[in-house]
C-alpha cells in the first residue's frame, strides 16, 4: 500500500484496483450492485435482483485511493461517506469490506 501524500505508479494503482474488484466479485458474486473505480474498472457484484441493462438501480462509486483502503481495512466504510457516492438497494459494501486482512 502507498502512505498518505505519495502519489501511487498509475499502472500498479489500476493493477490493485481491478484485483480487489476481482476479490469483492469471488467474495460477493452477484449482479445487483455496479461498483465504480474511475477510471480504472467497473464491475456487478453482490448478490440480490440482477441488472441487466440501462442505469443500475445500486451504484457505488469511489476514487482508487479510497477504494484501496477500503479493501486492506485501513478506513471502514461508515468513515468513508465523504468519498463513495452509493445509492440504491445494497449499495452498502461494509458486510464484505475490508477484502483483505485487517
Not at 445500486?58 to 468513515?79: Q, S
Request: hydrophobic share 45%; net charge positive; aromatic share 6%.
Amino acid at each position: 500500500m502507498f502512505s498518505r501524500g505519495e502519489e501511487p505508479v498509475a499502472a500498479a494503482v489500476k493493477a490493485a484496483v481491478k484485483d480487489a474488484l476481482a476479490a469483492l466479485i469471488q467474495a460477493a458474486p452477484g449482479r445487483s450492485v455496479e461498483v465504480r473505480i474511475p477510471p480504472y474498472a467497473a464491475v456487478q457484484a453482490i448478490p440480490g435482483r440482477t441488472h441487466r441493462r440501462g442505469t443500475p438501480s445500486a451504484v457505488v462509486e469511489t476514487d482508487a485511493r479510497t477504494w484501496l483502503e477500503l479493501c486492506v481495512g485501513r478506513i471502514k466504510w461508515a468513515d468513508a461517506t465523504n468519498s463513495v457516492r452509493a445509492s440504491g438497494e445494497r449499495s452498502d459494501l461494509s458486510p464484505w469490506l475490508p477484502l483483505f486482512g485487517e
